[in-house]
């Protein structure tokens, strides 16, 4: 089922602060490398009026989307702010790797219903992939076709668990039951895997080949067993060049794996850190972890700093004490977005000179 909407785009009452007295903000900047974090600054402040739902950062467009269904664009080049109304609130949603498509858990107008919708922000066009079904993670592969969810049980999946989706023929390629409803999802930038957690445990499994299961973290890992009183994944992300997937859970710790054979190269943790074992402030909507652009440094954001290590040897380079909760790069790699998870944004770069 196809709908359209109609786009209004108007400029924002949204207040923000530029550090630069030039309005391109993506401009003379360098490319954030783990040799230069320590010189990461503040380029962008913006306060939001509603909480914050989702944000895409590209090397020309900065967008966020707020819990009312409002698209917000602002231009890297000009400094110009403009908005989309989108047809209905949503509670979680992300982006597709180009930016154009937005998948988001919104609500069917009857009560206790839900729509995983499919909307392109360019012509406003909404898609309606499945209804009747609460969705806890969304996630786009890098080429934008294929849509991963994990879910509760609805009338077409009763078991719940995790699906993929076609969205050409909004059909689902694979369904993958587990009872277990707070599962991860990461697809590999390179299109052949997709990595999921359940609990304590990593899957990755082989889109190339029926969806084989070639891989499973953890379960030999000695140090894995004794890294928490209450150990679960709660974020993982693969590595740009496919190569390493990178988990966190919520007692503080990171680990880095190698992606083919699931061997464990790193365990991250440094002894300041602060530690949850319930697992609220790290919990998927207040905490987030990500491979730099270059693939040098992973950012880790537990909902009160943020942390810089060395993919490497797995050194901390730099904490950064910010309420942070979700973090972007643009593909250039000189950009840097964070957000608190609720009503701040920030841009980051490192200044050339």
Same mark, same amino acid.
């Given at each position: 089922m196809r709908l359209c909407c109609a786009i209004l785009f108007v400029l924002l009452g949204t207040t923000f602060s530029l550090a630069q007295s030039d309005a391109n903000i993506a401009a003379n900047l360098a490319p954030i490398t783990a040799e230069n974090v320590n010189q990461l600054e503040t380029l962008l402040t913006i306060e939001l009026a509603d909480d914050f739902i989702a944000m895409q950062l590209t090397d020309e467009v900065f967008m966020w989307i707020t819990l009312y269904g409002v698209l917000h664009r602002l231009d890297l080049a000009t400094g110009e702010q403009t908005e989309l109304e989108l047809p209905y609130s949503m509670s979680l949603g992300t982006f597709s790797n180009d930016g154009a498509l937005f998948a988001c858990n919104c609500p069917y107008p009857y009560p206790l219903l839900w729509d995983l919708q499919v909307i392109n922000v360019v012509t406003g066009e909404v898609s309606i992939v499945e209804r009747e079904s609460a969705f806890f993670e969304v996630a786009f592969n890098q080429t934008g076709d294929l849509l991963a969810t994990t879910s509760t049980p609805s009338r077409s999946n009763r078991d719940g668990g995790v699906s993929v989706w076609d969205l050409e023929t909004q059909t689902t390629i694979l369904n993958f039951d587990n009872e277990?409803?707070?599962?991860?999802?990461?697809?590999?930038?390179?299109?052949?895997?997709?990595?999921?957690?359940?609990?304590?445990?990593?899957?990755?499994?082989?889109?190339?080949?029926?969806?084989?299961?070639?891989?499973?973290?953890?379960?030999?890992?000695?140090?894995?067993?004794?890294?928490?009183?209450?150990?679960?994944?709660? &974020?993982?992300?693969?590595?740009?060049?496919?190569?390493?997937?990178?988990?966190?859970?919520? &007692?503080?710790?990171?680990?880095?794996?190698?992606?083919?054979?699931?061997?464990?190269?790193?365990?991250?943790?440094?002894?300041?850190?602060?530690? &949850?074992?319930?697992?609220?402030?790290?919990?998927?909507?207040?905490?987030?972890?990500?491979?730099?652009?270059? &693939?040098?440094?992973?950012?880790?954001?537990?909902?009160?700093?943020?942390?810089?290590?060395?993919v490497s040897d797995g050194d901390l380079l730099r904490t950064i004490y910010e309420d942070t909760s979700r973090i972007a790069f643009n593909p250039a790699g000189t950009l840097m977005a964070t957000t608190d998870g609720e009503n701040s944004l920030t841009l980051w770069g490192v200044p050339e000179n």
């Open positions: 277990r409803i707070n599962a991860n999802l990461a697809f590999s930038p390179n299109g052949e895997n997709l990595a999921l957690s359940f609990g304590a445990d990593i899957t990755v499994l082989d889109l190339t080949n029926n969806f084989h299961s070639f891989s499973v973290f953890q379960e030999l890992c000695f140090p894995c067993k004794i890294g928490g009183l209450f150990f679960y994944v709660s &974020d993982l992300v693969f590595s740009h060049d496919s190569t390493r997937v990178a988990s966190m859970s919520p &007692d503080g710790f990171v680990w880095i794996w190698d992606a083919g054979s699931g061997r464990l190269e790193h365990l991250l943790r440094d002894g300041t850190m602060s530690v &949850d074992p319930f697992g609220g402030k790290f919990s998927s909507r207040n905490s987030d972890i990500l491979f730099s652009p270059q &693939d040098d440094f992973i950012i880790t954001a537990n909902g009160e700093e943020m942390r810089l290590w060395s």
